[in-house]
């Protein structure tokens, strides 16, 4: 499995951006598929995003389409989320995951960075 650790997360205005990266270990980086949850205070985790192997493919939730951007450098080993416009409901810890294949489920997590949106 791969290891998986966020940065990037903190306080914003309602309008504002932040830029999350999530770097991971092990030499198979550009072998996983990626994508980004986030679970608020009393709720459910959530899918956020995800992205491809090879990077010519995102996909998002439709509450942050045209809003929060995926993208990944595989000879880095990371993967990013530009979020812009936030807005309170934003506001949850954000993760990212790895999976191995395609129609397989996430198995590798990181840790969550804390995302905090003021009205």
């Known amino acids: 499995q791969v290891q998986l650790v966020e940065s990037g997360g903190g306080l914003v205005q309602a309008g504002g951006s932040l830029r999350l990266s999530c770097a991971a270990s092990?030499?198979?980086?550009?072998?996983?598929?990626l994508g980004w949850f986030r679970q608020a205070p009393g709720k459910e985790r959530e899918f956020v995003g995800g992205?491809?192997?090879?990077?010519?493919?995102?996909y998002y939730e439709d509450s942050v389409k045209g809003r929060f951007t995926i993208s990944r450098d595989n000879a880095k080993s990371t993967v990013d989320l530009q979020m812009n416009s936030l807005k309170p409901e934003d506001t949850a810890i954000y993760y990212c995951?790895?999976?191995?294949?395609?129609?397989?489920?996430?198995?590798?997590w990181g840790q969550g960075t804390q995302v905090t949106v003021s009205s």
């Open positions: 995951a790895a999976k191995a294949t395609p129609d397989g489920a996430f198995g590798s």
């Open positions: 092990g030499r198979t980086f550009s072998s996983y598929g």
């Open positions: 992205i491809s192997r090879n990077g010519d493919n995102m």
